[in-house]
């Protein structure tokens, strides 16, 4: 017996913190809110120290290897003389890491506190119950070992296909059969070349968030979110596993029973490229008193697999999914908010589930190619483009259109990353794109000439009181442009495109034009990374 649990000590998860104690307390006991950090002995801490490092090595190690192979294979020691030595050493490095894990095992087991948290991990892998699940939501722990809460197989979803769920793919050039042939023939290295870059350094520029050595710098950041989202607002932490077999984190935080008006809505967050629940964006709608669910992207923290945006959208669809199955909300109770990358997985979310009440995205753009090409060179245009269409074809605004929820737009004034040119240019920000995008598919017929060069204007203004100026110069009249459009809507009863606006003079089409903008878009004076304050959350504009 003995033996055994020193074998579940030897390959059981790290221990990071106990959130609070298992053991029910006593009637005249206060209940400890706060929690406390794992006090590993001085065995298994100075064994875990000297295998993290060894990870840590492993990690550096394997991101410069194209470098290091290169620089082995110029001096010479990638021969069979010069490789037999180095096996043997690898050989003996591997032997001491091994005796360094059994001594953290032995550590462990001379632990009571472990001993106590390995049990309890051991009786809800046998018996998944709420209460041994509450029990182990005491612990915070290596997230390979949670056992799963809910699977995307546990309900019936027509929206799957063989690959996963459905995506909108970029439309193929069309080509005569010899001509076709021909140009696939002289193509192919360069889709070769397309899956090597994106495969390596590609995704990983894209999704920064998903590099090891860039999660092990902010484990303590993210282990102390962690503690505040459990031992102050009383979040659930849950696995669900995608229908690609990926596993991924959530929080959840309900606000259903404390009485407010915001509490029964449910926000789900999408984070940006390097962003975690533990300290992302859901701390905006945390501070408005909404329900809130958080996840990380595939590779982020405790969520495995790869961010490619087939893996993404399967881990958006099994959150959903989630929400609607196992935390009982509808989905006209649900309002997807995301930040800056996070726009694929939301908007792919209301096209995908049309009943979602309301979209926000913050800090977001209309495509990733403009993005792309502006920081690779010239010379790489016709592979960068292959590249994102093939591999990371994040097409939030074609997915926006197919949308007939409300949205809200929200502009950075001085965004540095989602620009084309530089902070200083707010003409350059894709959100203005992604918000002429969606304006010109919902209102065509306001959206003309006209209309456009007036939404320009505005979208070029400098400053909250010359953005003020420009409406006032064009004599908006806010409560015509709202009577005109419930109007049509009260008569026609079509969805999106509508075709108001058809048989209007000039003047009223860039007053309709500017109305629309400043109903779909506000704007925030700060940079692509300062967290959005609760006062400029808000429900998108609907008639």
């Known amino acids: 017996m003995a033996g055994w649990i020193w074998f579940r000590c030897l390959f059981g998860p790290s221990l990071n913190r106990t959130h609070r104690s298992p053991d029910p307390p006593r009637p005249d006991a206060r209940v400890a809110r706060r929690g406390w950090p794992y006090q590993p002995r ?5 064994a875990d120290s000297i295998l993290g490092w060894a990870s840590a ?3 550096l190690s394997y991101y410069s290897s194209p470098l290091l192979l290169c620089y082995l294979y110029r001096k010479g020691y990638i021969c069979s003389s010069k490789l037999v030595p180095v096996s043997q050493y690898v050989g003996t490095v591997l032997v001491c890491l091994l005796g360094m894990a059994c001594l953290r095992g032995w550590g462990r087991w001379r632990n009571s506190e472990y001993l106590q948290f390995i049990s309890i991990l051991e009786e809800t892998r046998r018996n998944h119950t709420q209460n041994n699940k509450k029990k182990l939501a005491c612990y915070d722990f290596d997230f390979s070992h949670w056992p799963a809460d809910f699977s995307w197989n546990e309900v019936s979803n027509p929206k799957l ?3 996963g769920v459905s995506l909108l793919k970029p439309e193929p050039r069309h080509r005569g059969t010899a001509d076709s042939f021909l140009h696939t023939v002289r193509t192919v290295p360069c889709y070769i070349i397309s899956s090597l870059v994106a495969h390596s350094f590609g995704r990983r520029m894209l999704y920064p968030g998903s590099v090891g050595l860039l999660q092990k710098a902010m484990r303590p950041m993210l282990q ?3 503690a505040r989202l459990v031992e102050e607002l009383s979040g659930q932490r849950s696995k669900l596993v995608a229908c690609d077999g990926n596993e991924i984190d959530t929080m959840f935080i309900d606000r259903r029973r404390e009485g407010g008006a915001n509490g029964k809505t449910l926000v789900i967050c999408c984070e940006g490229n390097a962003g975690f629940y533990e300290v992302g964006c859901m701390n905006t709608p945390l501070e408005g008193g909404y329900s809130v669910l958080g996840w ?9 697999g790869v961010p490619w945006p087939q893996n993404e959208a399967n881990a958006m669809d099994v959150v959903i999914q989630f929400a609607v199955h196992k935390l009982g909300y509808q989905l006209s109770d649900i309002v997807v908010y995301a930040w800056s990358i996070g726009g694929f997985t939301a908007s792919w979310a209301v096209m995908s589930y049309p009943e979602i009440r309301a979209l926000v995205l913050d800090a977001s753009f209309d495509d990733l190619l403009p993005l792309a090409l502006k920081v690779m060179p010239d010379s790489w245009r016709p592979l960068v483009t292959y590249t994102v269409r ?3 074809n994040l097409n939030n605004a074609e997915q926006l259109c197919k949308y007939q929820g409300p949205v809200l737009l929200i502009r950075r004034t001085k965004d540095e990353i989602i620009t084309t040119a530089g902070p200083e240019d707010i003409t350059a920000n894709r959100g203005n794109d992604l918000l002429m995008r969606l304006l010109q598919f919902r209102y065509p017929k306001i959206m003309t000439e006209e209309g456009v060069a007036s939404v320009r204007r505005w979208l070029a203004a400098g400053s909250p009181l010359e953005e003020v100026e420009l409406y006032s110069s064009y004599e908006v009249d806010d409560d015509w442009c709202v009577s005109v459009l419930q109007s049509y809507q009260t008569d026609a009863h079509t969805p999106f495109p ?6 209007m003079t000039p003047e ?3 007053q309709l034009a500017l109305f629309l903008a400043r109903k779909y878009m506000r704007n925030f004076e700060a940079t692509h990374c300062t967290p959005l304050p609760s006062s400029e959350f808000h429900h998108p504009w609907s008639l």
């Open 57 to 59: 090595l492993w990690s």
């Open 42 to 46: 001085s065995l298994e801490k100075h």
């Open 296 to 304: 990380n992207h595939p590779g982020f923290a405790g969520s495995t």
């Open 390 to 392: 093939q591999y990371m």
């Open 498 to 503: 509508w075709t108001v606006g058809e048989d």
């Open 161 to 163: 296909s063989k690959g």
């Open 224 to 226: 102390q979110g962690q």
């Open 508 to 510: 009223g089409r860039r």
